[in-house]
Nanobody, 112 residues
Framework: QLVESGGGLVQPEGSLRLSCAAS????????MAWYRQAPGKQRDLVAS???????NYPDSVKGRFTISRDNAKNTVYLQMNTLKPEDTAVYYC????????WGPGTQVTVSL
């Protein structure tokens, strides 16, 4: 089970930290990823982190978003800085190959 939290309404240039708590899996051995889906658009991967900590980001968020993990807490985080209106979306976590059922997601709205 994956449960995302930490979303909300934030002004442009603001920051948010998202959390995703995982249960029922051997969290520490798996890569994890954050995705987002804006209204009317497909779900896109925005960050991934391997079990060993190697991270990867698309150019659209590189330098602004940071993914991290706490294996002791079975939790993956997404620190989002310098947020833009185009970052508005529902954010989800999953494996990079989307192998698990999707959680409810957490809404991030960037607006004045």
């Amino acid at each position: 089970q994956l449960v995302e939290s930490g979303g909300g309404l934030v002004q442009p240039e603001g920051s948010l930290r998202l959390s995703c708590a995982a249960s029922g899996i051997r969290f520490s051995i798996y890569s994890m990823a954050w995705y987002r889906q804006a209204p009317g658009k497909q779900r896109d991967l925005v960050a991934s982190i391997a079990s060993g900590g190697l991270t990867n980001y698309p150019d659209s968020v590189k330098g602004r978003f940071t993914i991290s993990r706490d294996n002791a807490k079975n939790t993956v985080y997404l620190q989002m800085n310098t947020l833009k209106p185009e970052d508005t979306a529902v954010y989800y976590c999953n494996h990079p190959d989307e192998r698990w059922p999707w959680g409810p997601g957490t809404q991030v709205t960037v607006s004045l």
